[in-house]
Structure formats: C-alpha cells, structure tokens
C-alpha cells in the first residue's frame, strides 16, 4: 500500500521519516500525510533509536505546507481551530521525543512544512536554488496555525519572527540561515550525511539551550501595526492578526500560547477574505496546467517546441517581449526599421538584465548569456529560421496587416504569426495570409519582465496545432495563460478600457479626481483609474477609447477629456515623469486639476459618495465581463476572474470581479 512517508531505523540507532507523495512531485501535508506521520512518530517512539532525521526523498519540494483544498473547505471557525490544533498536536509530540530531531531541509520548505520543521531540535537545508523556507500563510489570509506563529518568535525574536510572517515569501537557504531559520546549510549532495552525523552528536552531547532571543523594542507592536494597517487598507485580517498573536504569545507559556494562536487562525481561516485568496491560489495553479479542453478536441503527443523567436518592434514591448524570452533560453531575432530603434531596444534589454542580476534572479554570466541570445536587425536576416514571429508594432490595422503580408513571404510555412496587439481582432489583421490557422495573438503585459498573464487569442481559423504549439511556449517560459476567442479588446483590455471610460465619465459630471480615485483605491484596487489612465499613458487611453468606439459604436460612447489632454501635451506618466491627470515633479506626484478641468465641459463641482462610485464603476464592468462570456470570449467566470487578477490589479481579497458580484 502507498504511503506518503516511511519511517526506519538504521544500524547506527538513528530512525528515519522520510516524506515521499507517491505520484506526485509534491509533499503536501494532507490529512493522510499527518496521519502517516503520527504513526511514524510512535514508531520513533517505540524504538530503539538514539536520533532523528526528517527528510523528503523530492527533488524540489521538501514539503508544500498544509492542504489548501481541505484548509479551504472547512466549513467554520470551530473547524479550523480544530484543524490548527490537529497540526499543533502533532508537532508538540514530535518536538517532546525523548531523542533530538533533525529536519534536513532540502527544497521548498513552506508554511505547515516549516512548521514542522520548528519542531525539530535543529534545521539544516541544502544550499541548492530550489531549497526556499518560509511562512506565507498571510499571503493566502491566514496566519501560521501550526505552531509556527508560537514557534518562530521564540525561535529569532518577535521583531524578526512577523518581518517574515508579513512579508509572506520563502527565502533562499543562505537568507534563511542568516536570519535563523535554519541552523546550517549544507551541499546537497551531502546533506543527509551531515543530517544523520549532527543528529548523532546531538544524542551525545545532549541539547544545548538556546538563548532567549531579545524582546522587541518599546512601541514595537503598536508602530507595527500602525504601518501594517495603512499598507492593506484595513481590507486583510490576517497580518493584524498574526501582530496580536506574537504579542499575546510572548506573555503566555508553549501551549496555552498554542491555543490561543488555534482559535485566532480558526476566525481567520473561515473568513471571507482568507476563502477569496485560497480560490485565487487555486486559479493561478490552473493557469499553470492551462489545456485546450473546451476550445479544440484533445490532440495526441506534445506540440514541437519554439527554440527561436522573431520579434518585429524594438520598443517598449517589443523589447521586453524579446529579453524576456532570451532570458527564458531561447535564441530571438528583434527587428526594427533603423539601427538607432534597434539599439534603444538592445540597450533596454540590457537594463532589464541588469535589473535581473540587481535583484538576483540572474547571476551575471546568466545575465551575458541572456543577451547573447539577442540578434538585432533591421532587415529580415534570421527570421526565416523562426518558429514562432511576435509583431509588436503600432497598434494600427493597416500597418499590421501589411506586416503579416511581408512576414507570410518571409518565414517557414509552419511558423507561427502572432500579434502583441492589445485590442484589435487578430482575423483582421493577419487572416488574409496564406494558412491562416498558423495566426494567433499572444498578449503580454507590460512590463513583460514582472507581469505574468499572457492571453492566447485564437482567430476564427486558429488552428488547434498552431494553438497547442503557443500554449506550450507560454508555459515552458513561466507565463500564466488565458484563453480567448479573438474579439475587440480580448478580454482584460476590454472590461477594463469599460470601466476606465465611465470613471472619465464620472469624473467628467464634476466628481473631484482624488475623490474618483480613493473611492476605488479603498474598494481595494492598487490605484485609481484616472491614476491607472496616467500610469497606462493618456495618449494610449485615448487610443483604445476610440477602438472600443469603433467597434462597440452602439455601447461605446468615447469621452473627449483624454483626446483633449492629448492635444495639450498631458500624455501621463511617461518614463517616471510628465503629467496628465497628476503631476510627477521628480518621482512626486500630485494633482494636477488646474490644466484638466481647463480643457474639459464646465460642470459644477459634485459631491463624494464613494459608494456610489464604486458601485456604478463596478457594475460597468461586471456587466462587459458577462457580456464577454455570453458571446465565448472567455469559457468560465473563473477564466474571467483570473484574467482580470492577474492582467487588471482587481483586488485579490474579493476573490475575482464576478466572484465579487455574487458575493454582493
């Protein structure tokens, strides 16, 4: 019978739970794996055994956390204070052997998965890439409830214990160990090894106590969550949470500590906003495993894979498009029409590498590799070797079409042809050429480096080979895809270019700038509208405005105020400067209503009624997003919510625009 963990003792007295999830690649703290670990626990118990090593025979993953499919179907408080106990229970059992414990960390170590290891006499973790170690319970609006939330501030201190439960991200080893969460780190290829030699030691010599760490300083607590509550706008439970609970537990002994952390994750777990972040988790893990099912029957075997990339346009996108994916492995050709356009494109790339190595995602002889794997041109040298050309060019139909009309004379006849386009429908653009069930738009986000989504437009000749081939590529370079039939503005422009249109619109009867934007910014979203507009460029706005207008003439009607701002030099916030409906005096920002409501329609000045406003921008784009789905845009509301999470900044808490809307 499988099992998730097996337990022994070897000759030399030190037994052994090693996890390993039969068929999956994942350890995941399941209520089959805890169960396996009791028994394993009383096994060690009864043995002979001098010491203990935990370990996890995966290659990546040394255990996930907990079950986020069984966290998220507890029906109530009660049960999930119960769950935390179940978890605690286990934990202070392991931590009261007889024998010290070793947990030999090698892999990502997350959430349930640390906790156990805080129950262990002694951490060690391998120094490979993949070993990441941390508590990101709040990340997912809950609060460690495994004893971690006990654990980890008598582990470092209180100060350094909720630094890492807020910021909700796992760490490298080497950060780890600095910060102590681990005691030692060890090559991987030895890590058992040296697991099993300080585990010996330790039976030896004895536990040695650990000093108490330092207690915060005076006002700690209280600044804390001062600066925690205006960072998540009151709108996240959870960090204030796992706050009181490290506070209260620095007055209390382990286990009434214990309790007291259980019946606080049991309010926060059953909580509305904790339910919405577990189903966005959800969501982005489908995106991951994203198929065809629905749009094409299944295909046999594996669509070939894209090695060379050809990008028209060095721009903004086009550049970023191009870096991101040399820096994913593959050789790309990015063409422009002047040598002074391609090498502005190059020299981008080359800040976007040296961004890369800046934040450590790439070392340096990464980073050169990476730009290497960059051939500028302007002519069509290189192109006819490509699997796959990405048009981001000018959001024109015409200089498109005359593009793709050049590109179908220029590439091999399996290649794929794809447009970066944003907006315009992918048959009007490239439909004409020869076999054009080899086009599709593949829609990044800007900034590509940092944006996950990509949306995979499928044409009305899209072909399932053509289809399957792009969907493989979006996934091997580590984008979150969507998938949509080819309309006007696809899907996350669409719904979002609705509600930016109304807020002008609202903002237009008189309704103050700032009062349009803090009513959406306390709604949740990261910034407001009319700031998005500035952020998006004003120029570019009033671009798409007109686009939705032609193509939406008789539920469109463009507002004038961005076409006005235009002529006026008010394009937003270009390059981290300029103006539109703000102004960015050195990196600053402030209000710029003196030169907007100059070239708008004199209204009287309106009242703020936040609620309103939310309500009426919401309800826009509740309505376009259903309006989506009715017409096979998009298969789901859960493709829908996704999209708009992940592409539009909707805030994760609600869950997903349409999600929000049945929950209202």
């Known amino acids: 019978?499988?099992?998730?963990?097996?337990?022994?003792?070897?000759?030399?007295?030190?037994?052994?739970?090693?996890?390993?999830?039969?068929?999956?690649?994942?350890?995941?703290?399941?209520?089959?794996?805890?169960?396996?670990?009791?028994?394993?626990?009383?096994?060690?118990?009864?043995?002979?055994?001098?010491?203990?090593?935990?370990?996890?025979?995966?290659?990546?993953?040394?255990?996930?956390?907990?079950?986020?499919?069984?966290?998220?179907?507890?029906?109530?408080?009660?049960?999930?204070?119960?769950?935390?106990?179940?978890?605690?229970?286990?934990?202070?059992?392991?931590?009261?052997?007889?024998?010290?414990?070793?947990?030999?960390?090698?892999?990502?170590?997350?959430?349930?998965?640390?906790?156990?290891?805080?129950?262990?006499?002694?951490?060690?973790?391998?120094?490979?890439?993949?070993?990441?170690?941390?508590?990101?319970?709040?990340?997912?609006?809950?609060?460690?409830?495994?004893?971690?939330?006990?654990?980890?501030?008598?582990?470092?201190?209180?100060?350094?214990?909720?630094?890492?439960?807020?910021?909700?991200?796992?760490?490298?080893?080497?950060?780890?160990?600095?910060?102590?969460?681990?005691?030692?780190?060890?090559?991987?290829?030895?890590?058992?090894?040296?697991?099993?030699?300080?585990?010996?030691?330790?039976?030896?010599?004895?536990?040695?106590?650990?000093?108490?760490?330092?207690?915060?300083?005076?006002?700690?607590?209280?600044?804390?969550?001062?600066?925690?509550?205006?960072?998540?706008?009151?709108?996240?439970?959870?960090?204030?949470?796992?706050?009181?609970?490290?506070?209260?537990?620095?007055?209390?002994?382990?286990?009434?500590?214990?309790?007291?952390?259980?019946?606080?994750?049991?309010?926060?777990?059953?909580?509305?906003?904790?339910?919405?972040?577990?189903?966005?988790?959800?969501?982005?893990?489908?995106?991951?495993?994203?198929?065809?099912?629905?749009?094409?029957?299944?295909?046999?075997?594996?669509?070939?894979?894209?090695?060379?990339?050809?990008?028209?346009?060095?721009?903004?996108?086009?550049?970023?498009?191009?870096?991101?994916?040399?820096?994913?492995?593959?050789?790309?050709?990015?063409?422009?029409v002047t040598p002074e356009l391609v090498e502005r494109g190059m020299g981008a790339g080359r800040d976007l590498f040296g961004e890369s190595v800046s934040f450590r995602k790439l070392s340096d002889a990464e980073a050169r590799a990476g730009l290497a794997r960059v051939s500028p041109t302007t002519g069509w040298d290189g192109f006819g070797d490509c699997d796959l050309v990405i048009d981001a060019i000018v959001e024109n139909v015409g200089a498109k079409r005359r593009l793709f009309a050049e590109l179908d004379a220029v590439v091999r006849p399996d290649a794929l042809l794809a447009s970066n386009t944003s907006a315009l429908p992918i048959d009007e653009i490239a439909g004409h050429v020869s076999n054009p069930g080899r086009t599709l738009g593949i829609h990044f986000f800007n900034p590509v480096s940092r944006m996950p989504l990509v949306e995979l437009i499928l044409g009305a000749r899209t072909s399932a080979a053509s289809a399957d081939k792009a969907l493989s590529l979006d996934r091997s370079i580590g984008k979150l895809p969507v998938i949509c039939r080819s309309s006007p503005g696809f899907l996350v422009t669409r719904v979002l270019f609705f509600y930016l249109n109304e807020a002008v619109r609202l903002w237009e009867g008189g309704v103050p700038t700032e009062s349009v934007d803090a009513a959406l910014r306390d709604f949740g979203w990261p910034m407001g509208p009319l700031r998005l507009i500035d952020e998006v460029g004003v120029d570019v706005t009033d671009f798409i405005f007109g686009e939705m207008e032609h193509y939406f003439p008789g539920r469109f009607s463009r507002t004038r105020t961005c076409a006005s701002m235009v002529a006026a030099g008010l394009k937003g916030r270009k390059n981290g400067t300029g103006s539109g409906f703000y102004l960015y005096p050195k990196g600053g920002e402030s209000l710029n209503d003196g030169a907007t409501r100059a070239l708008a329609a004199a209204v009287a000045p309106q009242g703020a009624d936040p609620a309103a406003a939310t309500s009426r921008l919401m309800d826009v784009m509740i309505a376009e997003a259903r309006r989506c789905l009715d017409e096979g845009v998009a298969l789901s509301a859960d493709d829908v919510d996704f999209a708009l999470l992940v592409g539009a900044g909707f805030p994760a808490f609600r869950g997903g625009l349409l999600r929000y809307a049945l929950a209202r």
């Open 1 to 336: 019978m499988s099992t998730p963990l097996t337990q022994s003792v070897d000759p030399d007295g030190v037994a052994w739970i090693i996890f390993d999830e039969p068929g999956s690649r994942a350890n995941v703290l399941s209520a089959a794996a805890l169960a396996a670990l009791e028994a394993a626990i009383d096994a060690v118990a009864g043995s002979a055994a001098t010491a203990l090593v935990v370990a996890s025979a995966k290659e990546r993953i040394f255990i996930a956390g907990a079950d986020l499919k069984e966290l998220g179907s507890l029906p109530d408080a009660a049960s999930a204070a119960r769950y935390s106990r179940r978890g605690q229970g286990l934990f202070l059992r392991l931590s009261a052997l007889r024998m010290p414990s070793v947990c030999a960390i090698h892999g990502a170590c997350a959430g349930g998965g640390y906790e156990l290891a805080l129950a262990c006499t002694v951490r060690l973790a391998s120094d490979a890439p993949a070993t990441q170690i941390g508590l990101p319970e709040t990340g997912i609006g809950t609060i460690p409830g495994w004893g971690g939330s006990t654990r980890l501030p008598r582990l470092i201190g209180a100060e350094a214990a909720l630094s890492h439960i807020l910021r909700a991200r796992l760490v490298p080893a080497a950060e780890a160990l600095k910060a102590g969460l681990v005691d030692e780190v060890v090559a991987a290829s030895s890590l058992r090894d040296r697991a099993k030699a300080v585990a010996l030691e330790l039976a030896g010599r004895g536990r040695a106590r650990r000093p108490a760490p330092p207690a915060p300083a005076e006002g700690f607590y209280r600044s804390l969550r001062e600066s925690t509550a205006r960072r998540t706008s009151g709108h996240l439970p959870a960090p204030l949470a796992a706050i009181d609970v490290v506070e209260r537990g620095a007055s209390l002994a382990l286990e009434p500590a214990m309790e007291d952390e259980a019946r606080t994750f049991g309010e926060v777990t059953a909580g509305e906003v904790c339910r919405n972040l577990v189903h966005g988790f959800f969501l982005r893990e489908a995106a991951k495993k994203r198929s065809l099912e629905g749009w094409f029957p299944p295909a046999p075997g594996k669509p070939p894979k894209v090695a060379r990339v050809g990008v028209v346009g060095a721009g903004v996108m086009g550049s970023g498009i191009a870096h991101f994916l040399a820096a994913a492995g593959l050789e790309v050709v990015m063409r422009d």
